[in-house]
C-alpha cells in the first residue's frame, strides 16, 4: 500500500511522507527490487483519461514494449514513491514532488515529461459565482480542494499566496484538502469546500455547466511549462536502458502525434481506447480534452523545469539549500527527441 494512502493529510507534510518512501525505496533496492530485464512495464492509470504512455501503446509506438496497468491512481507523490519501492515500474507526479523525493534519497531519475501548462491546459482555482473570494487574503480560513497534497496545485497555491503578499504564518491559515478530481466540482457547487482546483476536461465541464468564477489559474502565474516527469528507478535504468529508450521515445511521438493531429481525431482515439480497455469508464470528459500542455518537443526535459520548484522548495524550508541538483534528478539520454530525431 502507497505511503500516502495510509497517512493523514495535512499541510506541510509531504517532505515526511517521502522520506519515507526513500527509506523503503532503500530497502526494497536492497533486497532486488525492480532491478529485473523486463519489457512488460507495470504502470497505475487515471480514470476516464489516457495517459501519454497508453495512447504510445495504442498507436503502436512502443515498439516490444507493453504496459501492464496494475490499477489507478489520482496522486502524482503516491504514483512516483510506488516506482521508487518497486510496486510499479515507472510513475509520474509534479517536478517539485520528483525532486522532494530524490532529496529524501529515493533512487529515481525522470526520463520525460508528460503533462504541462499551456493556454488550454491548465489548473483554475475556482469559486462559485456568488462567492465574496476575490483575493488572495478573502482564503484565510477557506477550503482549498485539491487532488493531492505535496504536489502542483499546493506549489501553485503558495505562490500565488506568496506574490499577493501573503506572509508565511498566514499561509497556514489556508486549508488545502484532498478531494478526488471527479468529486470536486461536485463539492464545491455543495458547499464542501470554498475553492475548487480544476484543470483539464473537468474544468472545461465546470465552466459548461456555469455558475463557477475563476480566481488564478497556473498558466496566469508562470505562463507555458512542462509540470510532471515520468521517473524510473536507476536500477531499473540500468538493467533495461533499451526498455527505456524504446518507452521514452514512443512515449515522445504519441506526444507529438496528439499536438500534430486534429483535435477530433485525438479524442475519438483516445474515446475508443477507454471503450476497448472495458475497465466501466465514463468517456463522455474526453470531449473537452484540448492539450497535454508539454512544451518541450516529444516530452524532453528542460533544467528551468526543475530549477524553478528546486528553488522554491529551498525557500520554503522543505529541502535544504543546495542539496538537489536539477541534472542529478532528471536525463533525456534515453529520448531520441533530445537529439533532434522522432
Not at 508565511?168 to 491559515?173: I, N, S, Y
Not at 524550508?317 to 541534472?327: E, H, L, M, T
Request: hydrophobic share 40%.
Amino acid at each position: 500500500m502507497s505511503v500516502l494512502t495510509t497517512a493523514p493529510h495535512t499541510r506541510r507534510g509531504f517532505l515526511g511522507l517521502v522520506g519515507t518512501a526513500a527509506l523503503a525505496a532503500g530497502c526494497s533496492s536492497a533486497s532486488g527490487g525492480s532491478a529485473r530485464k523486463t519489457t512488460k512495464l507495470r504502470y497505475q492509470g487515471s480514470a476516464g483519461s489516457i495517459t501519454p504512455p497508453e495512447l504510445a501503446a495504442d498507436l503502436g509506438y512502443l515498439g516490444p514494449v507493453t504496459l501492464d496497468w496494475v490499477g489507478n491512481t489520482i496522486s502524482g507523490p503516491q504514483d512516483i514513491q510506488s516506482a521508487a519501492t518497486g510496486q510499479t515500474d515507472f510513475g509520474g507526479a509534479f517536478n517539485g514532488a520528483v525532486a522532494k523525493l530524490h532529496s529524501a534519497g529515493a533512487p529515481i531519475t525522470a526520463v520525460i515529461s508528460y503533462y504541462g501548462v499551456d493556454q488550454y491546459s491548465y489548473n483554475g482555482f475556482y469559486t462559485l459565482s456568488g462567492s465574496p473570494i476575490a483575493g488572495a487574503a478573502d482564503l484565510f480560513g477557506k477550503k482549498i480542494g485539491m487532488n493531492t497534497l505535496g504536489a502542483h496545485d499546493e506549489a501553485i497555491l503558495d505562490i500565488y499566496l506568496g506574490r499577493n503578499g501573503v506572509t508565511e504564518a498566514d499561509v497556514k491559515k489556508v486549508e488545502p484538502l484532498v478531494v478526488p478530481p471527479v468529486n470536486t466540482e461536485q463539492s464545491l457547487r455543495a458547499h464542501q469546500i470554498d475553492v475548487a482546483v480544476l484543470g483539464g476536461i473537468l474544468r472545461d465541464k465546470a465552466l459548461a455547466d456555469g455558475g463557477v468564477k475563476p480566481l488564478f489559474t497556473d498558466f496566469d502565474l508562470l505562463g507555458s511549462f512542462s509540470a510532471g516527469t515520468y521517473v524510473f528507478r536507476n536500477d531499473f535504468l540500468a538493467k533495461n536502458p533499451d526498455t527505456v529508450h524504446a518507452f521514452t521515445s514512443g512515449v515522445g511521438k504519441a506526444i507529438e502525434w496528439a499536438r500534430s493531429t486534429p483535435l477530433p481525431e485525438v479524442v475519438d482515439r483516445f474515446t475508443k481506447i477507454i471503450k476497448a480497455r472495458g475497465r466501466n469508464e465514463d468517456a463522455s470528459a474526453l470531449k473537452y480534452f484540448k492539450s497535454f500542455g508539454i512544451a518541450g518537443t516529444g516530452g524532453v526535459i528542460a533544467e528551468k523545469e526543475f530549477t524553478t520548484w528546486i528553488s522554491w522548495l529551498e525557500g520554503q524550508g522543505q529541502i535544504p539549500k543546495g542539496k538537489v541538483k536539477a541534472a542529478d534528478v532528471y536525463t533525456n539520454k534515453y529520448n531520441s527527441f533530445a537529439n533532434g530525431g522522432s
